[in-house]
């Protein structure tokens, strides 16, 4: 190993023990100040999902476990209400749904506005492929006649500087 | 005979530009309601000044009622009091769901008495318009009506449905457009209705 290889294996891995670290920070940084006492395991995992899946309606995009605005407050006690009276996750989705509307919630329902979000990359992809196969140059006789000619005619310039 | 070579990405970048362009003047943060034509959310609140007075949703039967959800902390709210002052006394039907955002309900640091004390202040210095004021203790009827934030107003038939849900501050423009034609009817109605009565 080269010295430049390894200062660029050490840098790399500074670089990920500093993202790695950075990602369960943040993660334990949520802010969930409140206490909230679960009596099942279940109770305390369907909590944590449900508050990372809904999202705040006032804020542009957070979900209501890192939102601090009241609104977010009072979603995070009422889902651990919901929770705790033993709703499971889609009864506390539809709850939120019925409320908030498809906003609420950061998986979009598959309906006739929304299924574009499907539809557009998926024939972004095909377009491009069908340019990309129609563009290809295509190897004509004449051309490999033309290269063939030139090959010559490097061949001899070859020939004549020895 | 023009190239399509030209032609098609030129097309695709115009249809783009549109998209965006129209993107500028949008507002991300209008949505719809999904508490219009519904039926008010079934609620059993206190009065805030006389909390032995609980309220049911029958306050809102046989009547025309604008609910203006709203804090003495919204500086929005203090904004539009004047001109809802203005519009109950021509003799608009108003009733407050009031919330207080530093009134936690578990961990209160506020007493129900500061509350008032500041509601009758602020009401004696912008204007009262307000029948009475629903005190929406734990913010859960606010929830179900989908409430973000304060204020909003809802228009309520004499049915008790909703029938217009507003975010924002009420001012002659929105009276004008948004819910004077849809009152005008209503009371109308109303008016047909205790004729025939």
Known sequence: MNLLTQRLFIILSIWAVLMLSGLMFSHDAQATQENYQFTTEQQRKDFKRLTKELRCPMCQNQNIADSDAMIAHDMRRKVYQLVSEGNDHDQVIDFMKQRYGDFVYYQPPVNNSTIWLWILPFSVLLIGGWILFKRRPEITPSDTQAEADLLAKADEMLEKDK | ?197
């Open chain 2, 1 to 197: 005979m023009i190239n399509t070579r030209f032609v098609v990405p030129l097309v695709a970048f115009t249809a783009l530009v549109f998209f965006l362009y129209q993107g500028l003047f949008s507002d991300p943060r209008q949505r719809d309601s999904q508490a219009l034509a519904k039926p008010m959310p079934t609620f059993s609140l206190p009065d805030l000044m006389e909390p032995s007075v609980i309220y049911t949703n029958d306050v809102f039967t046989d009547e025309v009622t604008l609910l203006n959800i709203w804090g003495v902390w919204c500086v929005t709210c203090a904004v539009e009091l004047p001109y809802l002052t203005e519009l109950s006394e021509q003799g608009v039907r108003f009733v407050g769901l009031y919330y207080d955002q530093d009134l936690d309900p578990d961990f209160g640091t506020k007493t129900l008495a500061r509350v008032q004390q500041e509601v009758i202040e602020t009401t004696n210095q912008l204007g009262n318009p307000f029948l009475f004021n629903i005190f929406d203790v734990y913010r859960d009827t606010s929830l179900d009506l989908g409430v973000t934030g304060a204020p909003e107003t809802l228009l309520i038939d004499q049915q008790g449905i909703i029938r217009v849900h507003h975010i924002g501050d009420i001012n002659p423009r929105v009276w004008d457009s948004k819910f004077a034609p849809i009152y005008n009817e209503l009371m109308a109605q109303q008016s047909l209705q205790q004729t025939e009565n």
